[in-house]
């Protein structure tokens, strides 16, 4: 069941190609990485590049944290007043060191946030992708109870 066939349900889940449209439309989500036993979360801006996601770092944990783990997860989401979304990645990442990797990433229009240098580029490659939009609304009542 994906979100265009069951409008109503409250939750529904996206469909592949719904989570990377959706996952195009923002630029800031959360990266989350696990290092001698700690779990470390970091905000990120990012731009989809080829169904891949692509942030740039500085030196620093973000990035050592980053590399040194066999997999990462992402997450992305968005609300209006009358729904919301949440697409998680699990997936590799990988720092980019060649030119070509380096030249492919720029043409991507990544640029830092803030006035701070980001030097690196880190691509994450999916190996599971999901998504789930929520509609809101209030709270149904409990069966069998009465008030």
């Not at 905000?43 to 944990?61: I, Y």
């Not at 070509?100 to 992708?129: M, S």
Request: glycine share 6%; proline share 5%; no cysteine.
């Amino acid at each position: 069941m994906d979100a265009t066939t069951a409008p109503d349900t409250p939750v529904t889940e996206l469909t592949e190609a719904e989570s990377w449209n959706l996952l195009s439309a923002v630029s800031l989500g959360r990266l989350v990485t696990t290092v001698s036993g700690w779990t470390e979360i970091f905000p990120v801006n990012f731009v989809v590049q080829r169904r891949t996601l692509l942030f740039r770092t500085a030196e620093g944990t973000k990035l050592l944290t980053s590399v040194l783990n066999e997999h990462v997860l992402f997450e992305a989401d968005d609300h209006n007043i009358v729904e919301g979304w949440s697409v998680v990645v699990r997936g590799t990442a990988h720092l980019l060191s060649t030119s070509d990797e380096i030249d492919d990433a720029r043409r991507a229009g990544l640029y830092p946030w803030i006035a701070t240098q980001k030097l690196r580029f880190v691509r994450i490659t999916p190996d599971t992708l999901t998504g789930r939009r929520f509609i809101f609304g209030p709270e149904p009542d409990v069966v069998g109870q009465t008030q």
